[in-house]
């Protein structure tokens, strides 16, 4: 059976919808990805278009599928201990803090399926043995949440992940598990998942000391950026560090944090 090809009005509805929902921008180019995501939802339901579907969508008798759409249509590539200086920059601060018998706070803002604080888990297990360390991982889609709870990955995605780190910290597969690796227990506890849309009105989240929100502005337009990332300054405490995607910038978007480096902010 061939795939229900998406008409450039509905492309355009679901635009405006992901918008609403989440706060992503999606651009033309992304007309290809929207209807290979959605095909299955159509199928599912029997339905002969796109726009048979968003009428589904916003007609509320199937109030789970809106969250259905939204991971299918949010849903990023990330992996173990991505732009190491970020990590280079977390160890120097962790070990500063271990000096002043500070354990630090770290969110994760757009967690996807884990692997980002799970890596900053390690760094501050290993630097911050002892002390009440707290890492939380957010996103909005409660798909990649699920996975990352479990935090058991294919081994081709630990290849990042320092040797001492992988010995520690994760359990090769055997049997039917080869080729994946668990992350340990403990390490999994100290890591608390939720799931939080960043264009709406953060819940009480409390400080933070460093704050990742990495490769995810440059899926949202600059008005929603400036909201998103006030928003997320609220909860980085005086002297904390935001830090962003390599490929990404606040320029224009805040005054409120100065840069230290190349997408390292500083929060005076």
Known sequence: MSMTEIQEHEFAKFQGFIFDQAGITLSDAKKSLVSGRLAKRLAHYRLSSYSDYLKL???GSEPGEVQIAIDLLTTNETYFFREPKHFELLLKIARQATQENRGLRVWSAASS???EPYSIAMVLA???AGLPWTVLGTDVSSRVL?????GHYQMERASNIP???LKKYCLRGIGVEAGTILLQREL???VQFSQVNLNK???ALGQFDIIFLRNV???FSNDTKRQVVQRLLGHLRSGGHLLIGHSESLNDITSAVRAVAPSIYLKP
């Open 217 to 219: 502005l440059i899926y």
């Open 163 to 165: 040797a001492d780190f």
């Open 188 to 190: 999994r506890e100290r």
């Open 146 to 150: 699920r996975h990352a709870r479990i």
């Open 201 to 203: 009105p953060l819940p």
């Open 113 to 115: 399926t884990g692997e």
């Open 126 to 128: 290993d630097a911050q």
């Open 57 to 59: 969508l916003q007609g």
